[in-house]
């Protein structure tokens, strides 16, 4: 199901013992995540009632004890699991009793299990039991340019925005499948305007961030080509043009973590001449190598985020340099 379905779902007084959040866009996961949590725990505290364990820390032996654990305060118990099938020895085992938990919960238990993974294994027996139970949200962004003005309308709608014609496509045009971005837009739009007035296409250009997918990979491509100098000018362009630092920032951590997720063996989503140009580039890079990017890229958003006296330009023009050395 899709994450608006899972809702519909959920609106209806629908709530399933079991579910799989699958996918690449967290913020999806987490929005996904967001109505269980209320569904299942509603608004009052739930120090008692939730569990949330690392897949590559805990043992069978923890989930199955907090699967059989009785609500306190709530009227039922939530339990979280991220990423199942984790590649530590703290995880080992885990699939399988995830398997028959599965298998053994009631569908009117006072438990509910919640799994979230970047990639699921269709092959994977604990994924087919999810699927079997049609339990399995899928947490994709949407690619195709009607899709994502789909999204953006929908999401407008949510916030009481009224777009107008041809808004919605051209907020998909300048930021591209960044859904956090285009929620961050849609709410800056509104600032235009009076409550229960139309957004129009002129404000929408005058407002969103321009960091569509062309001025994107031009800047991705030249780091993971090595061109440190033709991906600054690429930087400096998309700032020019009003493109947040955090936006760009956000763009360069989405790239890295393909480029280590297909490192590792792992696969990306996309059109086949997409994901031949980031297996290419993902070749650049020694899995150690990425691991430092990454920490890099952690390291420049503490910064943006004032923990640190380099102007935010100066602190992406740093990090793309070591991005692309």
Do not use: N
């Amino acid at each position: 199901m899709t994450p608006d379905e899972l809702a519909d779902e959920l609106s209806g007084g629908t709530l399933r013992s079991a579910y799989l959040l699958a996918g690449s866009e967290a913020l999806l996961r987490d929005d996904a995540l967001a109505a269980l949590r209320q569904a299942a725990l509603g608004d009052g505290p739930s120090d008692f009632d939730l569990d949330v364990l690392d897949g590559e820390r805990a043992s069978p032996g923890t989930l199955l004890d907090a699967l059989a654990t009785l609500p306190v305060l709530a009227p039922r118990r939530l339990v979280v699991l991220r990423e199942p099938a984790g590649r530590r020895a703290g995880g080992k085992g885990l699939p399988d009793a995830l398997t028959e938990a599965l298998a053994s919960l009631d569908p009117d238990a006072t438990c509910v299990l919640v799994a979230t993974c970047e990639k699921a294994d269709r092959r994977a027996r604990w994924v087919k039991a999810f699927v079997a139970a049609g339990a399995v949200v899928e947490c994709e962004a949407p690619r195709r340019a009607r899709e994502l003005a789909g999204f953006i309308r929908a999401e407008a709608a949510r916030r009481d925005v009224v777009l107008g014609p041809g808004a919605a496509e051209l907020l998909a045009e300048r930021v591209g499948p960044q859904l956090l971005v285009l929620r961050q837009e849609i709410a800056k739009a509104a600032l235009w305007v009076a409550p229960g007035e139309t957004v129009d296409r002129e404000q929408v250009a005058a407002s969103a961030s321009d960091l569509g997918e062309e001025p994107v990979w031009d800047l991705t491509d030249a780091i993971g080509e090595g061109r440190a100098r033709d991906a600054l000018g690429v930087l400096h362009g998309i700032l020019s043009r009003g493109a947040p630092p955090p936006v760009v920032l956000g763009a360069l951590a989405s790239h890295v973590r393909k480029l280590t997720r297909i490192a590792h063996g792992g696969r990306v989503a996309g059109p086949p001449f997409v994901t031949r140009k980031l297996e290419s580039q993902a070749r650049r890079y020694r899995p150690a190598r990425l691991v430092g990017c990454l920490r890099a890229i952690h390291d420049a958003d503490e910064v943006l985020k004032g923990r640190g006296g380099l102007a935010p330009e100066a602190t992406l023009e740093r990090l793309v340099l070591a991005l692309a050395g």
